[in-house]
């Protein structure tokens, strides 16, 4: 049973723009999260986390946002740029899974422009 | 550090056929990991292991597969005999230590079961 979602296969945003990537999540126990960058041949990469008791985490053009309460998680890039072009794997995780990292199917961002 | 370093690259096997996939973590990592990428699941975790200890197999998805750590810079795995489902990309990814941070991802074995 998929724990974590991204509802959103693939996304189209023009350059300059703001790219909101979503994820949602239903196990209660993740107390961190993360998102991976992923290029076609290569492993993804780490880009950005937030723990559980924060709700913000902000890295240059990349910000996490973080509602606990609603079990969902959002990436913002801004501004987008065509390099931001690849696949984004939001990931959760917690102390009771050994902090193994538990995916999302992904979705692909197209940024055109 | 060269990375996580998983070999081969790409494997085309006929269905029957016993494949293995192989990772070197990198050097002081505790903790090893073997993900599957498909389309209809993303990916997902098959196993792991601290200190060479297999920790959780349950992503397993069946008998076929089996996965081993007989010394911290090297892990294998296998899977016999091959079906034309287990086609997918497969990572292996090391971490530092226990905590959530740090992980590293391999370039993938890309495995087409023809």
């Known amino acids: 049973d998929q724990q974590v979602k991204q509802n959103s296969p693939s996304l189209s945003v023009q350059e300059g723009r703001i790219s909101i990537l979503n994820c949602d999540y239903t196990n209660s126990m993740f107390d961190y999260f993360l998102w991976y960058k992923k290029y076609p041949a290569e492993g993804p990469t780490f880009l950005i986390s937030i723990s559980s008791i924060k709700d913000k985490n902000e890295d240059g053009r990349f910000t996490v946002f973080l509602n606990k309460s609603a079990k969902h998680l959002s990436l913002h890039i801004v501004p987008s740029q065509p390099g931001d072009s690849a696949v984004y794997f939001c990931?959760?995780?917690?102390?009771?899974?050994?902090?193994?990292?538990?995916f999302g199917k992904g979705t692909s961002l197209l940024v055109t422009p | 550090d060269a990375g996580v370093i998983q070999s081969p690259r790409h494997e085309v096997t006929e269905m029957g056929q016993e494949v293995t996939l192989r990772c070197k973590p990198i050097s002081g990592h505790n903790s090893l990991f073997w993900y599957r990428q498909t389309m209809m699941r993303g990916l997902e975790l098959l196993i792991y292991f601290n200190n060479n200890v297999p920790i959780d197999d349950s992503g397993m998805p069946e008998d076929r597969f089996s996965a081993k750590m007989p010394n911290a810079s090297f892990s294998t795995l296998k899977i016999q005999p091959s079906e034309p489902r287990d086609s997918a990309v497969y990572f292996c990814?090391?971490?530092?230590?226990?905590?959530?941070?740090?992980?590293?991802f391999g370039s993938g074995t890309r495995l087409t079961v023809v």
């Open positions: 990814a090391s971490r530092p230590g226990q905590g959530a941070g740090g992980y590293t």
């Open positions: 990931a959760a995780t917690g102390a009771n899974s050994g902090y193994a990292l538990n």
